[in-house]
């Protein structure tokens, strides 16, 4: 009791059911788990590990799928199947490094914008979102993408640096709005510090919309650096990104379809997933109804 | 009793939450007469608002009906189709909610809502001159006694006060209303002279056009001067009901007793004792009086069994062991 | 400043800019409260009742005027306050369901002040907290609870423990009632009597429910559109008004007794709309609502007069004091 006094009570099971109100949710949850975990054991669990990265066999090139390769193979001989698990990491560490490194700095200028309102702070937050907002995010990745040297690293400083404003936005809509509402009145008046009334009072209540968005983005993400890799500025060949593989595999088409089908595919499935997800966080977090 | 305009009979509502079922209105009867004004007294969560909306049938998604009927004008409303349904709410009976900001759409101009509402309950089946529905509006704005009735259709609700937009929301409601007049708490949300002014025209108005009201409100004093009968429910059950100068002078349910000297007096005398305990949570609540926890006169049957509404004569029921059987 | 006197507002102005004009909120008003007094403020919207509550507690500045506590001036705002000052001074806001945060619980929510200015030297504030709970009268398991997940009673409850946490001498209590039902009204008053005898509390009673404000207060003051009207002892404010405003709000109280019918003055009926805030009218701000309006009302403000030992009022009816006659 003494303890749970300073954390807050949960209900996992109340969580549970609100999550699930829409079974699709829960559909999204196993999809983005079953990516994670491939993604995580994908030398284990894959049929041919080895093909992930340079190899060649071309008696096995140009198979259709079969039993010995689930998804086909591609010109070198490559397994689709096994390089399509690997890809999945690197879709993943996409999401990871880019969000990671997006929502931290994003949320907290948002935070300081909107409870410094008509301040200098949030005129120089704003406005340096607004000048990155201005710019479409795929040019602008495009651009950095093709100053610096082509990589899965560059890639992903480029994602990155276009993609914070869209959490400051989002922060600092929800934080400017609580900023005049009784209870943060009642903390200044208490004599909290401004660190306690950002991190403690405000920033809770914009969990929900964060972690939706968090979410969401994450298909976004992955997308877009697939697009990267597509135009070849993000991973390089013989990488098993899964943009990489729709790109090289796009110029067999129609013939040897599987080769850049499946990976195409399995983009969808994966965004597909992450936005069923999000929208089962999005419920999560909804007030009730009384 | 044949020949009432509205008869609620023994209602049951509950509602289905995550932590199970709420059983908010258990056996709820009230009855109005044509031209007839009836005020339903009591604090919020006592399941006011759930009967009203029962009325109308504009109950939230997790609502079951459990039991009990409604009947308005011959009609089953709780049975009636849609359509029926729709049309009653057209040309029959209306609402007026507690906060006027909320029921107006703010991002269109008043005469805009205003004129949907008149064209779609009195030109259903013809296609109406655009002249002779502003007319009607402002007719109506007129009979709300809004100054400056063109003006008003021409503004958006923020350019208004809240007085004027209840007045509107008045207006709109008589373009439907012909036989019943539903108001939720019309003066919460307004100023005491405001909502002295909104009640002095609600009642002229209601007595002009013979209609009947039912008045809800938890501010006691705002009824006294209104309504000829009185319902008192507290958490789902009508505790007492009787003609209101006998209600005041001669309060029998303990609830009504304690609740009417709860009210701060304006002679003074120091401030009220409120009501020991609270309101008991709908999840749990038994078959018993469901005021028994917190009754002083509390026997041991009125923690089995609910008490029906027993009949003192003079039109004065009360729900209470006090005054009938065990 | 008498030795009784705990806070003196002297010409208090508070001009908000907006950009449709100058709104003027509190407009040059002054009151003291005394020690272990309660003071009421009654007024309807827009009449800078809780403005000034505001500003006294220094959620905003003021724009012209002093305000002192104690006999230390306090005109800045909440972050430039003195922690000592912090302490004493305290609010109770009107909503619960706003004034607390709803994503914190109860337990965080007093045990916020607490920690802000150290109250526990150990670091055990369950002990502290649970303290509070018996005190605002609520059952310990809920300290663990959300605010939302309780009725406006035990949330105001919360809102005073809040405030009482610090120990304050002095809180301003802004429409404390207006949002709950009336036997829960009564409850919280009373605990607010109580609390106040017990800890010698001084209150500024804001409310424009003028039934509560007969029996909490011990001295009236009446406000509309930023002005003060009329300021009396409470007996001699009810039974004996002297503002038309006053007479109009007094006869639209709806009442349930008789005697109270009876003690009610003759039904005054406005003869207008309110004015917005931004459009104040020339000379007296009520004229145009006034069925008792002359000539110079539309052209010069009415000063405040003592017409009666301890009654003041600002009415061109009442020119100067009732002896000078």
């Known amino acids: 009791?003494?303890?749970?006094?300073?954390?807050?009570?949960?209900?996992?099971?109340?969580?549970?059911?609100?999550?699930?109100?829409?079974?699709?949710?829960?559909?999204?949850?196993?999809?983005?788990?079953?990516?994670?975990?491939?993604?995580?054991?994908?030398?284990?669990?894959?049929?041919?590990?080895?093909?992930?990265?340079?190899?060649?066999?071309?008696?096995?090139?140009?198979?259709?799928?079969?039993?010995?390769?689930?998804?086909?193979?591609?010109?070198?001989?490559?397994?689709?199947?096994?390089?399509?698990?690997?890809?999945?990491?690197?879709?993943?560490?996409?999401?990871?490094?880019?969000?990671?490194?997006?929502?931290?700095?994003?949320?907290?200028?948002?935070?300081?914008?909107?409870?410094?309102?008509?301040?200098?702070?949030?005129?120089?937050?704003?406005?340096?979102?607004d000048i990155f907002l201005a710019v479409p995010p795929l040019v602008l990745a495009l651009s950095i993408c093709s100053v610096l040297t082509p990589s899965v690293f560059n890639a992903m400083m480029a994602v990155s640096l276009m993609w914070w404003p869209w959490y400051t936005r989002l922060v600092y809509s929800i934080s400017s709005s609580l900023r005049n509402e009784a209870f943060v009145q009642a903390a200044e008046i208490a004599g909290a510090s401004p660190f306690h009334i950002i991190f403690r009072e405000i920033l809770p209540n914009c969990l929900g919309p964060i972690l939706t968005k968090m979410t969401l983005d994450a298909g976004w993400v992955i997308l877009i650096g697939a697009s990267l890799s597509f135009v070849g500025l993000g991973a390089q060949p013989p990488t098993p990104d899964l943009g990489t593989m729709v790109s090289e595999g796009g110029k067999f088409l129609p013939e040897l379809w599987w080769i850049s089908m499946f990976p195409a595919m399995t983009i969808v499935l994966v965004i597909l997933g992450f936005n069923l997800l999000g929208d089962g966080v999005r419920d999560l977090f909804a007030a009730e109804a009384v | 009793m044949t020949g009432q305009l509205l008869e609620v009979n023994d209602l049951h509502i509950s509602y289905k939450v995550y932590e199970g079922l709420l059983r908010v209105l258990n056996g709820v009867s009230i009855s109005v007469g044509e031209k007839e004004k009836v005020g339903i007294i009591g604090e919020s969560g006592c399941g006011k608002t759930t009967t009203m909306k029962a009325i109308m049938r504009i109950l939230a998604a997790n609502a079951m009906v459990a039991g009990g009927t409604i009947a308005y004008k011959g009609h089953d409303i709780l049975r009636l189709g849609r359509q029926e349904l729709m049309r009653l709410h057209r040309t029959s009976m209306s609402m007026i909610f507690q906060d006027p900001t909320a029921a107006l759409n703010p991002v269109f101009k008043i005469g805009d809502q205003l004129q949907d509402i008149v064209?779609?309950?009195?030109?259903?089946?013809?296609?109406?001159?655009?002249?002779?529905?502003?007319?009607?509006?402002?007719?109506?704005?007129?009979?709300?006694?809004?100054?400056?009735?063109?003006?008003?259709?021409?503004?958006?609700?923020?350019?208004?006060?809240?007085?004027?937009?209840?007045?509107?929301?008045?207006?709109?409601?008589?373009?439907?209303?012909?036989?019943?007049?539903?108001?939720?708490?019309?003066?919460?949300?307004?100023?005491?002279?405001?909502?002295?002014?909104?009640?002095?025209?609600?009642?002229?108005?209601?007595?002009?056009?013979?209609?009947?009201?039912?008045?809800?409100?938890?501010?006691?004093?705002?009824?006294?001067?209104?309504?000829?009968?009185?319902?008192?429910?507290?958490?789902?059950?009508?505790?007492?009901?009787?003609?209101?100068?006998?209600l005041f002078s001669n309060p029998l349910h303990p609830y009504t007793q304690n609740l009417l000297k709860a009210v701060p007096k304006l002679t003074g005398g120091g401030v009220p004792e409120g009501i020991a305990g609270r309101i008991p949570s709908y999840l749990t609540i038994t078959d018993a009086c469901r005021f028994g926890s917190r009754c002083r006169f509390a026997k041991e049957h009125c923690h089995i069994n609910a008490p029906p509404a027993f009949d003192v004569g003079n039109g004065h029921k009360v729900a209470c062991f006090l005054y009938g059987g065990s | 400043m008498s030795a009784e006197e705990i806070l003196v507002v002297k010409g208090l102005k508070k001009y908000f800019k907006t950009t449709r004009g100058v709104v003027k909120a509190v407009d040059d008003v002054s009151f003291s409260v005394m020690k272990n007094e309660t003071f009421g403020l009654v007024g309807e919207s827009g009449s800078g009742k809780s403005t000034v509550g505001h500003v006294i507690m220094g959620i905003y500045g003021?724009?012209?005027?002093?305000?002192?506590?104690?006999?230390?001036?306090?005109?800045?705002?909440v972050g430039r306050r003195p922690k000592e000052l912090k302490k004493q001074l305290q609010i109770v806001f009107q909503d619960p369901a706003s004034s607390l945060n709803p994503r914190r619980t109860i337990g965080q929510i007093l045990g916020l002040p607490l920690r802000v200015h150290h109250l526990v030297p150990d670091g055990n504030y369950a002990e502290k907290v649970f303290e509070i709970m018996d005190l605002i009268e609520l059952p310990r398991e809920f300290a663990v609870r959300y605010p939302g997940e309780q009725g406006g009673g035990e949330k105001q409850a919360v809102a005073i423990g809040r405030a009482l946490a610090t120990g304050p001498s002095f809180i301003v209590l802004d429409e404390p009632t207006s949002a709950l039902d009336v036997s829960i009204q009564a409850k919280i008053i009373n605990m607010l009597m109580r609390f106040q005898k017990e800890f010698n509390l001084s209150y500024l009673f804001i409310t424009h429910n003028l039934s509560v404000m007969r029996n909490v207060a011990q001295r009236v003051g009446i406000m509309y559109l930023g002005k003060i009207v009329e300021l009396a002892d409470t007996?001699?404010?009810?039974?004996?008004?002297?503002?038309?405003?006053?007479?109009?709000?007094?006869?639209?109280?709806?009442?349930?007794?008789?005697?109270?019918?009876?003690?009610?003055?003759?039904?005054?009926?406005?003869?207008?709309?309110?004015?917005?805030a931004l459009s104040v009218p020339p000379g007296c701000s009520f004229h145009p609502r006034c069925p008792f309006v002359m000539d110079v009302c539309s052209k010069v403000v009415p000063l405040q007069v003592e017409y009666k030992k301890g009654h003041y009022v600002a009415c061109h009816l009442y020119p100067s004091a009732i002896n000078a006659e």
Not at chain 1, 7 to 17: E, L, M, Q, T, V
Not at chain 1, 54 to 73: I, K, S
Not at chain 2, 175 to 182: C, N, V
């Open chain 2, 119 to 246: 064209r779609y309950s009195e030109w259903r089946s013809s296609v109406p001159n655009k002249q002779e529905v502003r007319t009607r509006a402002v007719e109506l704005l007129k009979s709300a006694a809004l100054p400056e009735p063109e003006r008003i259709l021409d503004s958006y609700p923020f350019q208004l006060s809240g007085g004027m937009r209840q007045r509107v929301c008045i207006a709109m409601s008589l373009a439907s209303a012909k036989d019943l007049l539903i108001a939720d708490e019309p003066g919460t949300s307004l100023d005491v002279t405001i909502e002295d002014q909104i009640m002095r025209l609600l009642k002229q108005i209601v007595e002009e056009r013979g209609l009947s009201v039912i008045l809800i409100s938890h501010s006691i004093g705002a009824v006294k001067g209104f309504v000829t009968k009185l319902y008192v429910m507290y958490a789902g059950m009508m505790v007492e009901e009787a003609p209101t100068e006998e």
């Open chain 1, 1 to 129: 009791m003494k303890g749970a006094i300073s954390r807050g009570g949960f209900d996992y099971r109340k969580s549970w059911h609100k999550f699930s109100k829409n079974y699709l949710s829960a559909v999204g949850l196993g999809v983005v788990l079953l990516v994670a975990f491939v993604a995580i054991f994908a030398p284990y669990i894959s049929p041919y590990p080895s093909h992930a990265e340079f190899y060649v066999n071309y008696p096995e090139a140009h198979e259709p799928p079969n039993w010995v390769h689930v998804l086909g193979t591609d010109q070198f001989g490559r397994d689709v199947l096994s390089r399509i698990m690997f890809g999945f990491r690197y879709s993943l560490m996409m999401a990871v490094v880019v969000l990671s490194l997006v929502v931290p700095p994003g949320v907290v200028l948002g935070l300081v914008a909107g409870y410094y309102r008509g301040g200098k702070a949030e005129m120089v937050i704003m406005r340096a979102a």
């Open chain 3, 62 to 77: 003021p724009t012209a005027g002093s305000i002192t506590f104690s006999g230390k001036d306090i005109s800045m705002g």
């Open chain 3, 235 to 276: 007996p001699e404010f009810f039974s004996k008004p002297l503002h038309p405003y006053t007479k109009m709000l007094l006869s639209a109280v709806p009442v349930i007794t008789r005697e109270e019918e009876a003690l009610k003055p003759e039904k005054v009926t406005s003869t207008g709309e309110i004015s917005g």
